[in-house]
């Protein structure tokens, strides 16, 4: 971990996610980097194909740019870090949405949208907001661990 790093909140998100990694390695090929200039990097791609991969980037600030199933989110925050766990949790069980927005007339995309639920009615989301032209085309994802 470089020192840019040491003794912040963003250390102890760090260390909580080294501590989850094992609990997934056998199900998922898990890379860890850090460059000093732009953050901490895990990229996570599960071994069953239906499952979601994901690579998420955190920063000294706080701040996070997330891939989940292919689709980029900059520049995002929480109000608390230890939500990025609870994030990346949910991801492993399966519990992410992506959902594609396609014109009703041409059929065309329009915009994607992913939706992953935390727990107690909170739901991270990321995406253009649809219009009422559009229509929604759900993709789910199994969890990394079939049981």
């Not at 760090?14 to 860890?32: G, H, S």
């Not at 996070?64 to 995002?76: L, P, T």
């Not at 727990?119 to 759900?138: I, T």
Request: charged share 25%; with cysteine.
């Amino acid at each position: 971990m470089p020192n840019d790093f040491a003794s912040t909140p963003v250390s102890a998100t760090i260390e909580q996610l080294r501590y989850w990694v094992p609990t997934i390695k056998d199900v998922a090929r898990v890379i860890e980097s850090d460059d000093t200039g732009n953050g901490w990097t895990l990229n996570i791609v599960p071994k069953v194909a239906s499952a979601c991969p994901v690579a998420i980037t955190l920063r000294e600030s706080g701040r996070f740019d997330i891939v989940i199933a292919g689709e980029g989110y900059a520049d995002r925050g929480f109000g608390s870090l230890d939500q990025i766990v609870a994030l990346l949790e949910r991801i492993a069980d399966g519990r992410v949405v992506q959902r594609r927005w396609v014109s009703r007339a041409t059929g065309a995309a329009t915009g994607v949208e992913t939706m992953v639920p935390l727990g107690d009615g909170l739901v991270w989301r990321n995406g253009p907001e649809p219009d009422g032209a559009s229509e929604r085309r759900d993709r789910h994802f199994l969890p990394y661990r079939r049981i």
